[in-house]
């Protein structure tokens, strides 16, 4: 059974840090792009940052390009979102995504506060 659970999320005052992990099992992990994608109150899904392919090739949304950087650890299944200077556009439920091919799947998310 596929399973990605994310955690790490919270309440953080504004230039604040946050990490967030997804641990994945049921599937082939290193074989998969990983992604990080979020989504605000009222607003489309969006992506943050992936990693394009199984390999180390990656992708950030404008927005939080300089930021945010996403690794992954193939040894452990589980793929990583560091988060540095949160803004309160930051604010969002934040989604772990593995693809392979025609296959995808979606962790539950985890809510993200950028607050003071």
């Known amino acids: 059974q596929v399973q990605l659970v994310e955690s790490g999320g919270g309440l953080v005052q504004p230039g604040g840090s946050l990490r967030l992990s997804c641990a994945a099992s049921?599937?082939?992990?290193?074989?998969?792009?990983m992604s990080w994608y979020r989504q605000a109150p009222g607003k489309e899904r969006e992506l943050v940052a992936a990693?394009?392919?199984?390999?180390?090739?990656?992708v950030y949304g404008d927005s939080v390009k300089g930021r945010f950087t996403i690794s992954r650890d193939n040894a452990n299944n589980t793929v990583y979102l560091q988060m540095n200077s949160l803004k309160h556009e930051d604010t969002a439920v934040y989604y772990c995504?593995?693809?392979?091919?025609?296959?995808?799947?979606w962790g539950q998310g985890t809510q993200v506060t950028v607050s003071s």
């Open positions: 995504n593995a693809a392979q091919g025609p296959y995808g799947y």
């Open positions: 049921g599937f082939t992990f290193s074989s998969y792009a």
């Open positions: 990693f394009t392919s199984a390999g180390g090739t990656t």
